[in-house]
């Protein structure tokens, strides 16, 4: 069974740029996959920031941004800042028999 | 500006049957799809499924033999019944509005399945 992977922790200093990456145990991530970003705080509903590998949701600033690279989707976010410091799940389309899947979350300290 | 709203029992036994009902205030529940998600405590999200508003569902495989999803739009609501429940089946649930991962999420309900 295929599964999606995510690093479970990264870290950031404050201003700086990070990169976060959503991939498969079998096979490369691409936009077929629909890749989407969520943040999520402790004890808070998720939020969605990416879909559809690139598009922002409404509301989001610019400095988050998705894209495919290499065999794997990815986050970014440039000048991060304290309260970035957060849960980061992808989520993937694996087609109508297997549905969406979440990846394992990456937690992100800004340090 | 839309709302979604989980409400149910926060406590479910054993073998029984878990009913969740998500209200939806400020807009329609025509026109979209809406999702089912449920977080463990502590760990991480899992996508239990949708139903588009035409009454179409598509459930995760893992938990396809025990979970139906119904809607309701006389009254604006979605629902989620998981059956024969046990303790791994203790979560937060989330409901959530929208296509291609972009997902309005609702605020979220603890269910708790103990004895």
């Known amino acids: 069974q295929t599964v999606v992977t995510q690093e479970p922790a990264l870290s950031v200093s404050p201003g700086g740029t990070v990169t976060l990456t959503c991939g498969l145990t079998s096979g490369s991530v691409s936009t077929s996959h629909y890749p989407s970003w969520y943040q999520q705080t402790p004890g808070q509903a998720p939020r969605t920031l990416i879909y559809s590998t690139n598009t922002r949701s409404s509301g989001v600033p610019d400095r988050f941004s998705g894209s495919i690279l290499g065999n794997r989707a990815a986050l970014t976010i440039t000048g991060a800042q304290a309260d970035d410091e957060s849960d980061y799940y992808c989520m993937l389309y694996m087609g109508s028999g297997m549905n969406w899947v979440f990846g394992g979350g990456t937690k992100l300290t800004v340090l | 500006q839309v709302q979604l709203q989980e409400s149910g029992p926060g406590l479910v036994k054993p073998s029984e049957t878990l009913s969740l009902t998500c209200t939806v205030s400020g807009g329609s529940i025509s026109g979209y799809y809406w999702s089912w998600i449920r977080q463990p405590p502590g760990k991480g999200l899992e996508y239990m499924g949708y139903?588009?508003?035409?009454?179409?569902?598509n459930y995760s495989p893992s938990l396809k033999s025990r979970l139906t999803f119904l809607v309701d739009t006389s009254k604006n609501q979605v629902s989620l019944k998981l059956n024969s429940v046990t303790a791994a089946d203790t979560a937060v649930y989330f409901c959530?509005?929208?296509?291609?991962?972009?997902?309005?999420w609702g605020q979220g309900t603890l269910v708790t399945v103990s004895s």
């Open positions: 139903i588009y508003y035409t009454g179409t569902t």
């Open positions: 959530g509005r929208g296509s291609y991962g972009d997902l309005r």
